[in-house]
């Protein structure tokens, strides 16, 4: 059965998405400044969604947060694209051996929990912080889009454009961009997708668990970190409202990715 276009997960993910772009525009509020007389205050007509236990306007952070945990979740999704490509086009074009040791290796990094790799690297790294944080979680979650692509490769590696290309001195860089990625790019995109989402959420965790960014740099998980003093004081709104939107966000890129998945599932059957 034809999976329909999600519309309503890319409409509001849209939404989301313009709102954290145009954040200044829409908040009309700094979401840097302390109302020190109105700390932790409940949604009203002044702060609309309330305000943190700093005094700041958590409509303002919202937006301006989002725009910071996109930003992670894209770098790190660009770089683990970059590192699995890369590695894998190796792999699928390497000989036996050099591909099992490349395969054994990403196995043993796959049976790590990616959690425990973040905190390790992070640790290593020093001070979080959006650069930071969205390196370490692209290092950490390329090996699952690797393994396709490697598997992608070797479907490809004696295909005739890519043994003409071979012959007529093409590089591997060539080859990869030329010849491989036009054709295995729509096979990986779900996975793409879905590891944005992945890295969104694994910023807010970190941030969560007081292991990710500072409380003074605004995102959807810097603002949950301060969650306990929401639970102990009553204040819900510092962890729903955040929450409501790091969910729904997530749920649209999920759904998103698996209608890429089952499109390019029926095009393999075609």
Not at 22 to 30: E, P, R, T, Y
Not at 141 to 162: L, T, Y
Request: overall charge neutral; charged content about 10%; glycine content about 8%.
């Amino acid at each position: 059965m034809r999976k329909k276009l999600p519309v309503i997960s890319i409409s509001i993910l849209a939404v989301i998405v313009i709102g954290c772009i145009f954040a200044g525009l829409i908040s009309g509020q700094d979401p840097y400044y302390m109302h020190t007389d109105q700390i932790s205050q409940a949604p009203s007509a002044a702060h609309v969604f309330g305000t943190d236990t700093l005094g700041r306007d958590i409509f303002a952070i919202i937006w301006h947060g989002g725009r910071i945990s996109l930003t992670v979740g894209l770098w790190a999704t660009l770089l683990s694209t970059a590192i699995a490509v890369v590695y894998g086009c190796i792999a699928g074009l390497a000989g036996p051996r050099t591909d099992d040791l490349l395969m054994r290796f990403t196995e043993i990094l796959m049976s790590v929990p990616q959690i425990l790799l973040v905190i390790f690297i992070q640790a290593i790294w020093g001070e979080a912080t959006v650069l930071s944080i969205g390196t370490v979680i692209g290092l950490t979650s390329w090996m699952a889009v690797a393994k396709m692509v490697r598997s992608e490769v070797k479907q490809m590696r004696n295909a005739e454009f890519v043994l003409a290309a071979r012959s007529m001195g093409g590089g591997f860089f060539y080859i990869m961009w030329n010849h491989l990625m036009p054709n295995f790019m729509s096979a990986i995109m779900f996975m793409i997708v879905t590891n944005l989402g992945s890295a969104i959420a694994m910023e807010a965790t970190l941030s969560f668990l007081g292991l990710g960014l500072p409380t003074n740099v605004i995102s959807w998980g810097s603002l949950m970190s301060l969650s306990q003093n929401a639970m102990l004081t009553g204040a819900w709104w510092l962890l729903i409202i955040p929450g409501i939107f790091l969910v729904v966000t997530l749920i649209c890129i999920t759904e998103i990715g698996e209608f890429m998945r089952t499109a390019n599932r029926r095009e393999k059957l075609i």
